[in-house]
C-alpha cells in the first residue's frame, strides 16, 4: 500500500517508518514546517527516514499560509486555552494534518499514518482531518495500534541501526512558529514544575529592555524600528528578542478531546507578547459590545480550533467577525520586558477612544450635565422599581 506518514523526525514517527516499510507499505515521509525547523534539521530528518526505509521524504513549508489563516485569527481574537496557552500545538497540527490529507489525494496514495498515541489530542485532529480529505484514505496508526512504550520504540529501532539519542528522550519538545510545547516526567504529574534545563532557551536576559509592538488593523506587523518581511518573519523576529527573558513560559493544565485532563509546558515568548498587547490595544480602540461579543467568539473559536473543528463552516463565519472588528486596532503598544515577565506600560493609537475630549474618568465630563445623568439614572432604574413594587405586594 502507497502511505504518507506524517513525519516529525521524532522517536514515534521514526519507529512509524521502519515499522511501516518492514510491513511492506512504500512509505513517503512528509514532513509539513510550520515554522518550527533549521534547514539542518531538515537534512538529518530526510536522511534519518531514508535510512529507515522510506520511500521519498517531502517537506512542505506551510507558514505563511498558517500565519494567514489561522494565527492571525488567533491574534483577532486574543485566544488563549483557559486564559493559559495560545494554543501553539492545536493550531500547527490542524495545518499539518490538512496538508498531509492534501498531499495524499495529491500522489493517489491508498492511505495515510500518523504517529500519535491513543491518549491524546492529536489523533483525533490527525484523524480528522484526513476523514474530510474527500477521499477514502486507509488510516493507520502503529503507536496507537500497537500501544509501546517510549523504551520499546528506542530497542526497535536501535536493533535496525539508529540509536537514539538519549537527550532526545529526556523531553518531548515540539517546536513551531506559535511557541513549543515541551513534556516530560514533571508534566505527568500535578505539583511539579518544569526545571530550568527543560526550557529550549535559557535565561540569559539580566537587565530590563523597553518594546514597542506595531499592529495595522489588528494585525502585529513589528516591533520598535526593526525593519522585517511580513507578519511571519516579525513573529520570528520577536521571539528570537523575547526568549531569554524567559517571557511567555508557562504550563498549562486543560481537557482533552478526549476527556482526560492534561498538562504540557509551553514557551512561547513572541505569541503570549503580541496576544497581551493587541487586547491592550483594542480596549482603547474598540467600543464596549465589540469586545463584549469579540470575548465571547474567540473563546469559542480557540475551544473549536483545539478540539479539531477548524473545517467546520462555523469557523469561517467567526473570522469573518473577528476580521471586520479590527478596522480600528491600529497603533503601538508600549511594554518592558523583565526576567521572567513583562509589564504593559501602554499605548500610543490615533483610534484611542480615551482621548477623544468627552471626559476624564473618575475627574471631569464634557459632554454631559448632571442634570443630563440624573435623568438617565432615572430611566435606567424603571425595571428595577418596577419589579421591586411588584415584589412588595406579593410579599
Not at 82 to 98: C, G, K, L, N, W
Not at 190 to 205: I, R, Y
Request: hydrophobic letters at 40%.
Amino acid at each position: 500500500m502507497k502511505l504518507v506518514l506524517a513525519y516529525s523526525g521524532g522517536l514515534d514517527t521514526s519507529y512509524c517508518v521502519a515499522y511501516l516499510t518492514e510491513q511492506g507499505h512504500e512509505v513517503h515521509a512528509l514532513t509539513v514546517d510550520t515554522g518550527g525547523f533549521a534547514e539542518a534539521e531538515i537534512d538529518e530528518m530526510k536522511q534519518r527516514a531514508l535510512s529507515l526505509g522510506a520511500k521519498l521524504y517531502k517537506r512542505i513549508d506551510v507558514t505563511e499560509e498558517y500565519y494567514h489563516d489561522c494565527l492571525r485569527y488567533l491574534v483577532y481574537g486574543n485566544c488563549l486555552r483557559y486564559q493559559t496557552y495560545p494554543m501553539s500545538v492545536s493550531a500547527e497540527r490542524m495545518f499539518q494534518a490538512i496538508t498531509t490529507a492534501k498531499y495524499a489525494v495529491e500522489l493517489g496514495a491508498d492511505g495515510v499514518a500518523h504517529g500519535s498515541t491513543g491518549a491524546g489530542n492529536d489523533q483525533v485532529r490527525f484523524d480528522l482531518a484526513f476523514e474530510l480529505s474527500g477521499r477514502e484514505l486507509e488510516i493507520i496508526t502503529p503507536i496507537r495500534d500497537l500501544k509501546l512504550s517510549r523504551q520499546e520504540e528506542v530497542d526497535y529501532l536501535a536493533e535496525r541501526g539508529l540509536k537514539w539519542p538519549e537527550k532526545k528522550g529526556t523531553y518531548s519538545i515540539n517546536a513551531g512558529l506559535w511557541g513549543t510545547s515541551v513534556g516530560g516526567a514533571e508534566t505527568l504529574t500535578s505539583d511539579q514544575p518544569l526545571p530550568e534545563s527543560a526550557w529550549p532557551v535559557p535565561v540569559t536576559a539580566t537587565e530590563p529592555r523597553k518594546l514597542e509592538l506595531h499592529f495595522t488593523e489588528g494585525q502585529f506587523t513589528g516591533f520598535d524600528d526593526q525593519e522585517v518581511d511580513g507578519p511571519v518573519e516579525a513573529v520570528k523576529a520577536l521571539e528570537q528578542l523575547a526568549a531569554p527573558f524567559g517571557v511567555g513560559r508557562d504550563v498549562h493544565v486543560g481537557d482533552t478531546i478526549i476527556g482526560i485532563k492534561g498538562r504540557v509546558g509551553f514557551a512561547a515568548a513572541a505569541a503570549m507578547l503580541i496576544i497581551k498587547a493587541h487586547h491592550l490595544l483594542e480596549k482603547h480602540t474598540l467600543a464596549k459590545w465589540q469586545l463584549f461579543w469579540k470575548e465571547q467568539l474567540g473563546n469559542w473559536y480557540g475551544m473549536m480550533l483545539h478540539e479539531g473543528q477548524f473545517l467546520d463552516p462555523v469557523m469561517r463565519d467567526i473570522e469573518a467577525f473577528l476580521e471586520s472588528s479590527q478596522g480600528t486596532v491600529n497603533g503601538t503598544v508600549h511594554l518592558t520586558l523583565h526576567p521572567h515577565r513583562f509589564t504593559l506600560d501602554g499605548i500610543t493609537s490615533p483610534d484611542d477612544l480615551l482621548g477623544a475630549g468627552f471626559g476624564s474618568y473618575g475627574e471631569m465630563n464634557k459632554g454631559w450635565t448632571g442634570d443630563d445623568v440624573r435623568g438617565f439614572t432615572k430611566i435606567m432604574s424603571v425595571p428595577g422599581r418596577i419589579r421591586n413594587a411588584v415584589n412588595a405586594k406579593q410579599s
